[in-house]
């Protein structure tokens, strides 16, 4: 069974930065996706990586970092220019590989961005 555990959650103000990080045991797999649900909105996908490929959703591009470490089994997700509405549930998964779907989630940490 594959487990998932979100940290580095937090509020800051707008224009500034956080790390997300996703510890994942027995040990990360090949396909992992940061996700975030906003209250009364549905989840939506704001990165992805296979190896060394990445897929960023518009909204996040050129500001969100994915990375993976697998010598740590650990995902992060570095969040930059943060804005108002980048506040949200953000949650780690393992993925089908290209694709957005989640197979095994984690419980999600709060990133709250104030103006």
């Known amino acids: 069974q594959v487990q998932l555990r979100e940290s580095g959650g937090g509020s800051v103000q707008a224009g500034g930065s956080l790390r997300l990080s996703c510890s994942v045991s027995?040990?990360?797999?090949?396909?992992m996706g940061w996700f975030r649900q906003a209250p009364g909105k549905e989840r939506e996908g704001v990165a992805r990586?296979?190896?060394?490929?990445?897929t960023y959703a518009d909204s996040v591009k050129g500001r969100f970092t994915i990375s993976k470490d697998n010598a740590k089994n650990t995902l992060y997700l570095e969040m930059n220019s943060l804005k108002p509405e980048d506040t949200a549930m953000y949650y780690c998964a393992a993925v089908s590989c290209g694709t957005w779907s989640g197979r095994y989630w984690g419980q999600g940490t709060q990133v709250t961005v104030s103006i």
């Open positions: 027995p040990y990360i797999l090949s396909c």
């Open positions: 990586i296979y190896n060394d490929a990445t």
